[in-house]
């Protein structure tokens, strides 16, 4: 079993549509949580931190269920510009090594 | 444009033949890092350096791999001998650790290997 999985995808939703993608890790000592975004042929991009509080970035809102070891992301009023690769990401430890989920991808379509 | 910067942006060599990249981080930044990403999925941590010193290896990271960072600065990872799976993206990130081990790592453009 991977150590953070995601539903690859692909979404494809239409301008202006709301969606969330999930994320589980298993490994419960994990500290820091993190979604990056990825373009095609890009390198990983951090869109945000997840904090158990749960945050919000404009149009975009992170949210940590330790209990369930479970990361949502939270997209609204998705635009064309938000097409991409979006990677769920755990540090568990201090050496700060990233472990990435497969990443869901996410297409937006006039 | 994160400051972090890879060289090559893409290299093509016929199995067998051993490669070079390097890496050079965002000036300060003390740690360094290197992950390989395939196809349809998430990049995976290879190995990763605090100044000088390597301080952890994946098992990814066969004995055909190696990789340094002499003077803490700029980075190189040498595969040896290569093979058609070491066929990826290879990328590079640092990040400047304080006292407090809150980072963020900037990821550079990578380098694309194909091997043939």
């Known amino acids: 079993r991977k150590e953070v999985e995601q539903d690859p995808g692909p979404f494809n939703v239409p301008e202006g549509a709301t969606v969330a993608f999930n994320c589980t890790y298993s490994?419960?000592?994990?500290?820091?949580f993190f979604w990056y975004r990825q373009d095609c042929r890009k390198e990983p991009k951090l869109l945000m931190s997840v904090y158990s509080s749960g945050n919000e970035d404009g149009r975009f809102t992170a949210q940590l269920n330790r209990a369930s070891q479970y990361i949502s992301l939270l997209i609204r009023d998705s635009k064309l510009s938000d097409s991409a690769t979006y990677l769920c990401v755990v540090i568990s430890g201090n050496t700060g090594k990233l472990i990435f989920g497969q990443g869901t991808t996410l297409q937006v379509k006039p | 444009d994160t400051g972090v910067s890879q060289d090559p942006r893409h290299k093509i060599t016929k199995r067998g033949q051993n490669v070079t990249f390097r890496c050079d981080p965002i000036?300060?930044?003390?740690?360094l890092y290197w992950y390989r990403q395939t196809l349809g999925q998430g990049p995976e941590f290879l190995t990763y350096?605090?100044?000088?010193?390597?301080?952890?290896k994946s098992r990814l990271l066969s004995d055909r791999f190696s990789a340094e960072r002499p003077k803490g600065s700029f980075s190189t990872l040498e595969i040896q001998r290569t093979e058609q799976g070491d066929s990826a993206m290879y990328l590079c990130?640092?990040?400047?650790?304080?006292?407090?081990?809150?980072?963020?790592?900037?990821f550079g453009p990578g380098t694309r290997l194909l091997v043939l």
């Open positions: 490994n419960s000592a994990s500290q820091s």
């Open positions: 000036s300060e930044h003390n740690r």
């Open positions: 350096f605090q100044n000088e010193a390597q301080l952890e």
């Open positions: 990130a640092s990040s400047l650790v304080g006292e407090t081990l809150q980072e963020t790592q900037y």
